[in-house]
């Protein structure tokens, strides 16, 4: 992702402070490697999830990037912390949604799609290796599918597209979004019932 390869190029730029004697100046440089390696592995691990979580609250792929960027940076700067992180994936989740949350704030927060919008969904290219008739319909649910999702209220949308898509825990979607993890179950299930009954009432 080219939000992550930036921040890895940014981390390679950052100086380190000089030391200011001979004693100490390896265990400081080796301290200093070992963090940029650590940043490095959580780039290339997690980028992709940090985009998405990004795009979740954003709905915006050139804000998600931009979110996702700006998460590392953040990081880059913390960056010596990272070794007394106990759970970086979570970790990292909470901040990203910190400042996605942010920058969806700065911008005057997101008009929300009512779900009983009648817009069409828009289809889908259907693979080459399916049937016509088949890959065709399948475009149009998967279509439908993305735009119900893309339509639930925030607090719906939000925690099943990370227990969901991104496959996190309820613990872990819970911390990354603040809330307890009963609300996290309670709220995928209410979004499942949801779009299990639109996609029915479309069918009829």
């Known amino acids: 992702m080219v939000a992550g390869e930036a921040v890895l190029n940014e981390a390679a730029r950052v ?7 001979e004693d100490g100046a390896p265990d400081r440089a080796q301290d200093a490697a070992l963090e940029n390696e650590a940043l ?8 992709r999830l940090v985009y998405r979580i990004a795009y979740a609250a ?11 960027q700006e998460t590392f940076l953040r ?15 979570t970790w990292l989740s909470r901040i990203a949604w910190r400042v996605a949350v942010d920058r969806c704030k ?3 927060g997101q008009r ?6 009648s817009v069409r969904p828009e289809e889908e290219a259907p693979s080459p290796e399916a049937p016509a008739d088949q890959a065709m319909q399948g475009s149009q649910v998967g279509a ?26 309820p613990r872990e979607v819970a911390v990354t979004l603040g809330i307890k993890e009963a609300a996290v179950r309670s709220r995928v299930f209410r979004a499942r019932q949801i779009l299990r009954e639109k996609m029915q009432k479309s069918r009829l």
Do not use: C, F, W
Not at 15 to 21: A, F, T, V, Y
Not at 40 to 47: A, G, T, Y
Not at 78 to 84: E, G, I, V
Not at 112 to 117: F, H, Y
């Open 112 to 117: 929300e799609i009512s779900i009983d919008d």
């Open 58 to 68: 954003l709905r915006s792929h050139h804000d998600a990037e931009d979110a996702t």
């Open 144 to 169: 439908q599918l993305e735009r119900l999702i893309a339509a639930l209220p925030g607090k719906l949308r939000q925690p099943l597209i990370l227990s969901t898509v991104e496959e996190m825990s």
């Open 15 to 21: 100086p380190r402070s000089p030391d200011r004697s």
């Open 106 to 108: 700065r911008r005057g």
């Open 40 to 47: 490095e592995n959580l780039v290339r691990q997690h980028s």
């Open 75 to 89: 990081v880059l700067r913390y960056s010596h912390k990272l070794a007394t992180v106990e759970d970086p994936k």
